[in-house]
């Protein structure tokens, strides 16, 4: 799937997520959404792409706020097996949630 | 092509294998033979080394009889000689001066004897003959007698010979050859050519007055014993380059597989970014249409259009369900999400799902129910639905009949309960490529004049994925000529709402005591488009006590949200320390957890609570609470999980349904 296609997706599916929640917890659940995917950025920037247990745990991090947003990452994207998989995914998540937060 | 080496390899290492067993089982045969050969020819020479030897000593010991006498009596020699000769059958007997016979060891050969005769060779030495004996002539110092004659009769020697049956035994001596019964043995051109073991050596009799003598010796075995070598050789053989040839095949077909999956793969990847491409507008297309037809602005001839809009528009929402279940079952993702269903309302959907179909086109769809269903029941209706149509579609797509009908039936089946729906269309019956596209996926039948429709091939064979994944089966029956039938066996458990309701009244007091059931919706979602029995059931849960943990603050927070909205009274913690500081303090009724944490997982953390509420004397525990693991892994993908019969393990995200049926039997 093109990039594009990938970003359209993701935004629709964090709209959709926020659609089930309260007008005025939108803004606040965004942003925590939002920390909690910089935060895991930092952390997949920092971890040794050879440190499979660590790369496992932050993947299953990833599958674990996606499984929220219903985002199917095995779907959409190959299930991210090297640093730079995750990094790649979690920036276009991270991008994608800033461009949503414009709109709230 | 990239693999095919590989499999060569495999063929030359098995024949190679093949090959040198059948040398070394042929070599290990070659050199017992061999062995048998040169232990029984040792034996022969050794036992005609003993019989020269024993003939050396009595002939030694008859001349130094002469030697020691001056004058030896007829009677002497007798005595002497045959007490000598009575185990070696030879005669010894002396001539004089006309060669006439003057003293003999055994006078029963006289006669015999004198039928000898005696010559002169060119060596100008005396030899005596006799037909059937080896004689040896010695000089000896006695007046009127010239020489000792020493014979050995050749019946004897034969009597020995023949008493060894198992090798050829073959004496030349004073040029005649005296053999065994063995040496007489036919061989064949097989036994000549690659059995035959020969030995000779020489031995020298001169020293004694005898001549040189050879003793040949052959041995073959018998035709039985190579013929069973021959035998387990070919045996072998063809068991080996047999299993060379099948281990080449499955390397090959692993291989094929290989790449049939990576094709398979490359068709899902674009299968299912043409899904996302098109899910979106296809729910537009239904929403418009759906609203156009409740608008009521067409006139009869416009609302048959929409019609048509409204059923293309569902098979291909039924194309994009397929592609997204045949991720799901590829990546081994797909679990049964049973939720409370009015199985009346459910029929009634699939009726209005093909209302569309039949008013446009020229099949029907006749819905047969076995008997009174159950109010509700708890089923995983998304799938199910997405079943049965995926079966209807096809019939109605590809069956060239007018009618299709669908049996639903409630069963048993070890004890386990199931929906059995049977669907028969009256077509032509399926072809074998059809038939295929149940095991494979992209295999669509082809196309004929009635169904040259969608297809590509994945409908099938997602059906039988997820029925079997949620341990359910599907079976054909397909017939020339009389049409297809499909039974799907799908699993679903009893609910008991009736109780459930009455709790429900009486918690509520009094209020909703006939609250509406909550229908399945096909294509809900899981997180908040459900209508739930949750949520009418929330008043059970009101206010009580609910520890989350998380390390996930986003998590954490959408939890939060999903069960306050419940009326759990939630309180939430970030980490294991300040989770255990809680519990200290307080007791929850539930605790639900992420299975990963920072520094250590849920259940090791569940252990530690679980010690904190247990008194440390009696060991028993002080304070109920129970424990959920919430993780984005299944069960079964989380170590140790089946140790803990206590906790209940659901999968994220949060399923407010399925959290309430679990509470439901606990406080039940």
Not at chain 2, 113 to 136: C, H, M, P, W
Not at chain 2, 334 to 352: G, M, S
Not at chain 2, 487 to 493: G, Q
């Amino acid at each position: 799937m093109s990039s594009q296609v990938n970003d359209i997706y993701i935004q629709q599916k964090i709209r959709f997520f926020l659609n089930h929640h309260a007008e005025n917890d939108r803004k606040r659940l965004l942003k925590i959404l939002q920390d909690e995917v910089i935060l895991l950025n930092e952390a997949v920037t920092c971890v040794n792409s050879t440190d499979k247990e660590a790369l496992a745990a932050l993947k299953h991090r990833l599958k674990g706020i996606c499984c929220y947003l219903m985002i199917q990452i095995e779907t959409i994207f190959c299930y991210p097996d090297s640093k730079f998989e995750l990094m790649l995914i979690v920036q276009v998540l991270q991008n994608q949630i800033v461009v949503v937060l414009d709109e709230v | 092509m990239k693999f095919k080496p590989y499999s060569i390899c495999y063929l030359i290492v098995g024949l190679t294998v093949t090959f040198c067993i059948d040398w070394l089982f042929w070599s290990h045969s070659q050199r017992e033979f061999a062995e048998f050969h040169d232990k029984k020819s040792a034996a022969s020479a050794m036992s005609a080394h003993d019989m020269l030897m024993q003939h050396k000593i009595i002939t030694r010991s008859i001349h130094s009889f002469f030697s020691a006498s001056m004058l030896v009596t007829k009677k002497e020699f007798t005595e002497f000689t045959q007490e000598l000769l009575k185990i070696k059958s030879a005669i010894a007997f002396t001539i004089g001066e006309d060669n006439k016979l003057a003293f003999i060891s055994n006078p029963e050969f006289e006669d015999e004897i004198k039928k000898g005769r005696f010559s002169v060779n060119g060596q100008d030495e005396l030899t005596f003959e006799l037909a059937g004996y080896s004689s040896f002539l010695m000089p000896i110092d006695q007046a009127k007698q010239r020489y000792m004659v020493y014979i050995i009769s050749h019946r004897q020697v034969l009597e020995r010979l023949n008493s060894e049956e198992d090798i050829c035994i073959a004496f030349m001596v004073t040029g005649k050859q005296l053999s065994n019964h063995y040496c007489q043995m036919q061989l064949s051109d097989i036994q000549r050519a690659l059995f035959y073991y020969q030995s000779e050596g020489q031995y020298h009799g001169s020293e004694f007055g005898a001549e040189d003598f050879t003793l040949t010796t052959w041995y073959s075995p018998p035709v039985d014993e190579i013929n069973e070598i021959l035998l387990i050789i070919f045996l072998f053989s063809v068991t080996g380059v047999g299993f060379s040839i099948l281990l080449y095949l499955k390397v090959e077909q692993r291989n094929m597989l290989y790449k049939m999956r990576i094709e398979t793969d490359s068709k899902v990847a674009v299968l299912s970014a043409i899904n996302h491409e098109i899910r979106t507008p296809i729910n537009a297309v239904l929403g418009y249409s759906h609203m156009l037809k409740s608008a009521d602005c067409c006139v009869p001839q416009g609302e048959m259009t929409i019609n048509k809009i409204i059923w293309s528009a569902n098979l291909l929402h039924s194309v994009a369900e397929n592609t997204l279940n045949f991720s799901k079952a590829s990546a081994d993702t797909l679990v049964l999400e049973n939720q409370a269903t009015d199985l009346a309302q459910f029929i009634n959907n699939i009726k209005e799902y093909y209302i569309a179909f039949s008013e446009t086109g020229d099949k029907k769809l006749n819905i047969f129910i076995d008997k009174p269903l159950p109010p509700s029941i708890a089923i995983d209706s998304t799938k199910l639905y997405q079943l049965i149509t995926n079966i209807i579609n096809n019939a109605f797509k590809y069956s060239t009949g007018k009618q299709v009908n669908c049996h639903i039936a409630l069963k048993q089946y070890r004890n386990s309960p199931f929906l059995r729906v049977a669907i028969r269309d009256f077509g032509k019956g399926m072809s074998k490529t059809s038939m295929e596209a149940i095991s494979r996926p992209f295999t669509a039948g082809l196309p004929n004049s009635a169904a040259q429709q969608s297809g590509i091939g994945i409908g099938l064979y997602t059906c039988k994925q997820v029925i079997e994944k949620v341990g359910g089966r599907i079976a054909i029956r397909s017939r020339k000529g009389q049409g297809t039938l499909v039974i799907i066996r799908f699993p679903f458990e009893y609910i008991n709402a009736i109780s459930k309701e009455q709790m429900l009244a009486s918690e509520t007091k009094g209020e909703g005591v006939n609250q509406k059931l909550v229908l399945a919706k096909p294509y809900s979602s899981t997180v908040g488009e459900k209508g739930s029995l949750a949520e009418d059931r929330s008043a059970l849960y009101q206010l009580k006590q609910l520890l989350l943990v998380d390390d996930n603050l986003f998590n954490l927070e959408v939890c939060k949200s999903m069960l306050e909205k419940q009326g759990f009274s939630v309180t939430t913690c970030l980490d294991a320390a300040s989770t255990i500081e809680y519990i200290k303090s307080t007791t929850p009724e539930i605790v639900l957890m992420d299975y990963r944490l920072e520094g250590t997982n849920g259940l090791a953390l569940i252990d530690e609570l679980m010690e904190l509420q247990t008194d440390g004397v009696t060991k028993k525990k002080e304070k109920t609470t129970h424990y959920f693991i919430l993780s984005a892994n299944d069960k079964t993908e989380i170590p140790f999980s089946e140790e803990y019969p206590d906790v209940f393990f659901m999968q994220k995200p949060l399923n407010i349904d399925v959290f309430i049926q679990q509470l439901d039997k606990i406080y039940a």
